[in-house]
């Protein structure tokens, strides 16, 4: 069973940055893809960015120029560097990685945009 854990959420002040992790408990390489999803109170979880196994990206028109995604496949690592964040980037961050018929997720970490 593959278990992903996020961690990198925190209170952050406008215009700050943060720089979610999302680590696997096996290689990466298995993924087809993987991506960050987002879900604010009281809306539904939407798709921050997604990178497939061949390295091809797609970011939220909400985030593109601001977030950036990367991944470490010697440490089974993906990242989501994030930078001038907004209030309306407040929510919980989840991990998502896929296989062909199983979608695995994160627990979440939080990240609050507030001064």
């Known amino acids: 069973q593959v278990q992903l854990v996020e961690s990198g959420g925190d209170l952050v002040q406008p215009g700050g940055s943060l720089r979610l992790s999302c680590e696997a408990s096996?290689?990466?390489?298995?993924?087809?893809?993987m991506g960050w999803y987002r879900q604010a109170p009281g809306k539904q979880r939407e798709l921050v960015a997604n990178?497939?196994?061949?390295?091809?990206?797609n970011y939220a028109d909400s985030v593109k120029g601001r977030f950036a995604m990367s991944r470490n496949t010697a440490k089974n690592t993906l990242y989501l560097q994030m930078n001038r964040l907004k209030p309306e980037d407040t929510a919980v961050y989840y991990c998502?990685?896929?296989?062909?018929?199983?979608?695995?997720w994160g627990q979440g970490t939080q990240v609050t945009v507030s001064s």
């Open positions: 990178i497939t196994k061949w390295s091809i990206t």
């Open positions: 096996g290689s990466i390489d298995s993924f087809y893809s």
């Open positions: 998502k990685g896929s296989v062909v018929g199983t979608n695995y």
